[in-house]
């Protein structure tokens, strides 16, 4: 059917890079929905897919995005037709920056009357949490956890997880005006890794112990420094590489992989040290009901007042450029989000 889509034709900033224009969506496979959008949320790998560095994007032209909220207007032949009419949250590969969207009948979640901009922080972002924290390698309550990117949507997320557990957190900022926000999601010690050098910073405040757990997505020689902090028995999350986009050319790529070092399993094992490599679109293609699952069961942890939702910034569809530069420039907190019209 015909939509319009916020479409990626080339990599570049914002402005050059999508248009929004008329796109196609393609016929429904038996087990997908077809959804109409009201919302769409933003995530940094869509900052990575603009400047062509992620490798999962689809080819150019393409339309990007991970999840909406909407109505179901279609369903394929094995889906139960009640599901035609129920406003979801949804979960998709790719294809959400579209006012029409498909996805499988085992990624989406009904959420009645919730606001769109309530619900998106509970698709990428919250199932990203929930599948490291609670799923691949449970929080345990003696860990000390380091999160990256602490403000961001999954590290919001990641703070309320860890303390639900009684975890000792260490939130990471580049940005002192986050440092409240932090502080009111419960974290317990909150480092600006513009001002100090967070390694030295870690190592000081952990004294004779070592760190239980990192949640890594900036890559790049901040991976070394995190495994020099773990004690054994620790896990390192590696679920992105921001610190890739501020490098260009061929030359930058080669220094952010060299950065990151060469790790031999041998001595991974003998230090009991473990890397957990996460990318949700490879679990959501083989396992999609983890993704529901997931999404459900933060959802219900909000429904009983056990977390909150990280801070949410909303722009209308002609504000797009604008929410996409906000977040590729580390100036928003928490979930952004795009309504519309």
């Known amino acids: 059917m015909q939509t319009s889509a916020f479409v990626l034709n080339k990599f570049g900033t914002t402005q ?7 796109a196609v969506v393609g016929p429904l496979q038996s087990d997908e929905v077809l959804i109409c959008s009201e919302a769409f949320g933003l995530n940094y790998a869509d900052v ?34 009640e599901w035609i009419g129920k406003r979801v949250l949804a979960f998709t590969r790719f294809g959400a920056y579209a006012k029409h969207a498909k996805t499988r009948i085992a990624a989406i979640v009904p959420i009645e009357d919730m606001a769109a901009e309530t619900a998106l922080p509970f698709a990428t972002q919250a199932v990203t949490a929930h599948y490291m924290a609670r799923v691949l390698a449970p929080i345990q309550a003696h860990d000390k956890v380091l999160i990256h990117a602490a403000a961001g949507g999954v590290g919001s997320f990641l703070v309320q997880l860890a303390k639900l557990k009684g975890a000792t957190v260490f939130g990471k900022i580049g940005d002192e005006s986050k440092k409240s926000y932090l502080e009111s999601l419960g974290a317990d010690v909150i480092i600006n890794y513009k001002e100090k050098d967070y390694k030295q910073e870690m190592q000081d405040l952990l004294g004779a112990d070592s760190l239980s757990v990192s949640f890594n997505a900036v890559g790049g020689k901040s991976l070394k420094q995190d495994l020099s902090l773990l004690g054994p028995g620790g896990r390192l999350f590696l679920f992105g590489g921001a610190e890739l986009g501020n490098r260009k050319g061929l030359f930058g ?33 083989l396992q999609p009901n983890i993704i529901q699952q997931s ?32 977040l590729g420039a580390g100036k928003t907190t928490g979930k952004v989000v795009v309504m519309w019209d």
């Open 253 to 285: 790529k080669l220094a952010f992989l060299w950065e990151m070092g060469l790790i031999l399993p041998i001595g991974m094992m003998m230090q009991s040290k473990s890397i957990l490599g996460v990318n949700m679109l490879k679990i959501a293609d």
């Open 295 to 326: 999404m459900q069961e933060m959802l219900a942890l909000y429904q009983q007042g056990l977390i909150r939702l990280p801070q949410i910034q909303t722009f209308n569809q002609d504000a797009f450029n604008d929410a996409h530069e906000a």
């Open 48 to 81: 990575m897919a603009k400047k062509g560095l992620y490798r999962e994007a689809p080819p150019l032209p393409c339309i990007l995005g991970y999840e909406l909220v909407g109505r179901i207007i279609e369903v394929g032949s094995e889906v139960d037709t």
């Open 16 to 22: 050059e890079a999508f248009a929004l224009e008329d």
